[in-house]
């Protein structure tokens, strides 16, 4: 069995970005708690959205931690996220940037070179394989021209082969026969008609520079080669038509030989952070990708994430972030038969199992300045308003740090756990696909 994570870490490398003490303690504590995580998760693949800049030196960070658990096969690399010209034959890594208009991000993937093995990704240029060179290359944090390079942005798509009976969204879609002079949609694209470009090359859709892109990454597995595409939409995707578009577009990926931007095996694999809310008149993208025949659908929400990661949300201000300090419903897997099971993983529960959390605290010098000192960092974000069961924040993490003598509750530990999870790591929890 081989384990994917798809992981939007919030801002990874544009949080705690200052080099004092506090900024230096806290973006330790934040790769420890990564590499925690993922080692508990029993992962083998991890592909990371939302890579800043500074977030590249980083990695080597988390693949020394997570030597320290005793995985010591990990490895990585990295791209990143936006293009300069779309209509570039096949980019190279000179074409490619952090973009201001992409919001700076690209994406990263780790690996474990004992269990999992990552391919290049390839294209057609005619009737010629070649070879994406767009990445870092494995375990550099600059361009290595001969260093393996294995994560890429796809560059084009085809338009949509299949459409819902009667087009019953009430849009007409670009590039079908609801729509067949408004231009094109289809793989890769932002997810939403308006901005979706409109040039094409030898038959295929191109689409716009300086926007966020997918990556792709290819895993030799089962004897075949499983394509995984993760993807980080743009914000404003916020709609049911969006989440509907997302099932549209993964039947398409699952169903086709998109020889344009993969090897010969169609997609098998499309998740990420889409940015997605569903359930609108009676239309949701899982209802969608149900009808498309997809095989395995997933679709993360407050109602379907773990108990776990919904509960905290008595405990914090309903003005922080609307109803749930973790509220994440807009993370997203689809599948196709390669794909065994789509869900979640829990990382709050793998932070309190073996008290996980309080370890990686107290092993770090200057923590007690950091979470109780009244001009910390900690001191200034909004933490929840109402107590713990145990009493007050303060004395409760006392007493999870064992710094002074008594219990804490099994729902007190698993609330600090989601406190610390959200301000350190990230407003995602990680979308898990296991392959069999």
């Known amino acids: 069995m081989l384990t994917i994570l798809v992981w939007n870490i919030e801002m990874y490398g544009a949080k705690f970005t200052a080099n004092t003490p506090v900024d230096n303690l806290c973006r330790m504590i934040r790769d420890q708690m990564i590499a925690a995580i993922i080692q508990a998760s029993g992962a083998q693949v991890v592909m990371v959205q939302e890579l800043r ?59 474990r070179s004992g269990s999992a093995t990552l391919g290049p990704v390839t294209y057609l240029d005619g009737t010629t394989t070649k070879n994406y060179d767009q990445s870092y290359g494995q375990n550099s944090t600059h361009y290595e021209k001969t260093a393996g390079h294995v994560i890429a942005l796809a560059n084009e798509g085809y338009t949509f082969t299949w459409v819902p009976d009667g087009n019953q969204l009430g849009i007409q879609f670009k590039g079908t026969n609801t729509a067949p002079g408004k231009g094109f949609i289809g793989f890769p694209y932002s997810n939403i008609p308006n901005i979706v470009g409109d040039d094409t090359k030898d038959g295929k859709i191109l689409s716009r520079s300086n926007t966020r892109r997918p990556a792709v990454i290819s895993i030799a597995y089962g004897g075949g080669t499983v394509p995984v595409v993760a993807y980080h939409a743009p914000v404003h995707l916020n709609s049911c038509i969006a989440g509907t578009l997302a099932a549209l577009v993964a039947k398409d990926l699952c169903d086709r030989t998109v020889t344009g931007a993969y090897p010969v095996q169609p997609v098998r694999v499309f998740a990420g952070d889409l940015n997605l809310k569903t359930d609108f008149n009676n239309l949701s993208a899982n209802a969608v990708a149900t009808g498309a025949g997809l095989t395995k659908t997933m679709i993360q929400n407050d109602g379907t994430s773990p108990p776990t990661m919904v509960r905290p949300m008595d405990y914090f201000n309903a003005t922080y972030n609307d109803a749930s300090y973790l509220y994440t419903c807009r993370d997203y897997a689809f599948g196709s ?17 073996n008290q996980t959390l309080a370890r990686i605290f107290i092993s770090n010098e200057g923590i007690m300045e950091l979470l109780f000192h009244e001009q910390s960092y900690i001191a200034q974000l909004p933490l929840p308003l109402q107590p713990l069961q145990g009493g007050d924040w303060a004395d409760v993490l006392t007493k999870y740090l064992n710094v002074m003598d008594g219990t804490v509750s099994d729902d007190d530990q698993q609330n600090i756990c989601s406190v610390f999870y959200r301000i350190f790591v990230s407003d995602h929890i990680p979308v898990q696909i296991t392959l069999t």
């Open 53 to 111: 800049k500074n977030g590249i030196e980083r990695l080597p960070v988390v693949i020394e931690l997570l030597k320290e658990l005793g995985q010591t096969d990990w490895n990585f690399d990295l791209v990143e996220g936006a293009v300069f010209d779309a209509k570039a034959n096949y980019p190279d890594f000179s074409d490619l940037f952090f973009s201001q208009s992409a919001n700076n991000e690209g994406y990263a993937v780790l690996w």
């Open 337 to 353: 038969d390669a794909v065994t099971t789509v869900g979640t993983f829990d990382p709050v529960s793998a932070l309190r199992n």
